[in-house]
């Protein structure tokens, strides 16, 4: 009889490794394992989880090439929205697992197979990510999650993989390290206690870079596309070009702590030089070209975005009708955002744009202007404050006063 298949979304580290061995071994299953690189691989590293694949015994090996999807479909709209999860996390794992469970279910309606696995634990948001889009997108599909059902310890599995005689460099394995173009999420003993910071070895980018670098990033309707006068033919490879120049001064290294899908707080370290860097630049280019109720109400939505996408729910969609109005905002965004690098922090010094709204010739902020007069602005201040004035005067001793 032949084996049964399943279809396993594979990183080559310690919880997908384990899972290799216990479902060709424990469970007797052919295993075709299946990386999603949503840019955070080279092609030497592709190469070599690929090999590793095959050395743990799965009968055949995929890798797609998500990034730029990842970017059209996800980070485009992190960036309109200047998207960061309780004002610090830029969504950099969040977002990326949803396209890795997307392709996934793609290569499985490909193939036929009706057994999906993932390397999740039973404790973080991963676990339900993926199974969302699985139970919804493959409904009859079975799906095997080793490491939550059996309830295993990152030392578990390293002592089972020993036992197995497999190779690795087990103490990196200490700590679980998933990249991607958006960021780096760094998780280990550290972070699994509400006090504590991560060690200078467990960062994937060692802080080398010492000194100040003044940059300038080129924004086109909201998405950059140039650095420095430089023109990338992608954002893709500006966000790539921009993390090389950033990361070594140990920009955008953080801990989130959040509220996980299941109801439990989470902390985890992350490495996001050039999501953070552009997050904040366009927020500042948009401060200038947007009026305040667009700003106002892209705000509410990015938070609700934001949210929804960090819970899996990429596929409801309302999801659509948030990305299409904040596209629309970004039809001015256009202009050069000059960014200050130091070690471990970064400053936005200013912006140049045609459509900046302080270059107005009605006003100048904090001097006299032509578009009014003072004697305008009396009238105004006594109607904008005209209903309060009454309430007052009607309740006078009620409520606040001086």
Known sequence: ????????????GLDTSFCVKHLTLDRG???????????????????????????LGVT?????????????????????????????YPLSVSAERLIQALEIVKVAKETGVKAVAHGSTGAGNDQVRFDLI???????AEIITPIRDLRLSRDEEIDYLKKQGVEMDFKKAAYSINKGLWGTSVGGRETLNSLGYLPEEAWPTPATKKGNETITLG?????????????FAHPI?????????????????????????????????????????????HHLLEKHVLTKWQQNLKEQLAQ???????????????MRDIEAFFAHTQNRVTGDVTVELSPFRFLCIGIESEFDMMKSKLGQYGE?????????????SKIFGNQLKIYHTLNQGQGWNP
């Open 1 to 12: 009889m032949s084996k049964p298949k399943v279809i396993l979304g594979f990183s080559g």
């Open 29 to 55: 299953m052919e295993v075709h394992s299946v990386l999603v690189d949503t840019g955070g691989f080279s092609d030497a590293e592709r190469k070599r989880i690929e090999e590793h694949a095959y050395s």
């Open 60 to 88: 055949k090996h995929t890798t797609i090439l998500a990034a730029k999807t990842y970017y059209d479909r996800i980070i485009k709209y992190l960036v309109f929205g200047n998207v960061l999860k309780n004002q610090t």
């Open 134 to 140: 699985f139970n919804i997108l493959l409904p009859e």
């Open 219 to 231: 924004f086109n309707q909201g998405e950059l596309n140039r650095i420095n006068g430089k023109e």
């Open 237 to 281: 490879e500006a966000i790539q070009a921009l993390s090389a120049i950033a990361a070594p001064y140990g920009i955008g290294r953080d801990i989130h702590v959040g509220d996980t899908i299941i109801g439990i707080k989470g902390r985890v370290g992350f490495e996001a030089a050039a999501p953070l860097i552009i997050l904040k630049s």
């Open 304 to 318: 609700f975005y934001g949210n929804s996408l960090h819970e899996g729910q990429v596929l409801d969609p309302v």
């Open 368 to 380: 006299m202007n032509s578009g009014w007069s003072g004697q305008d602005v009396r009238g105004f």
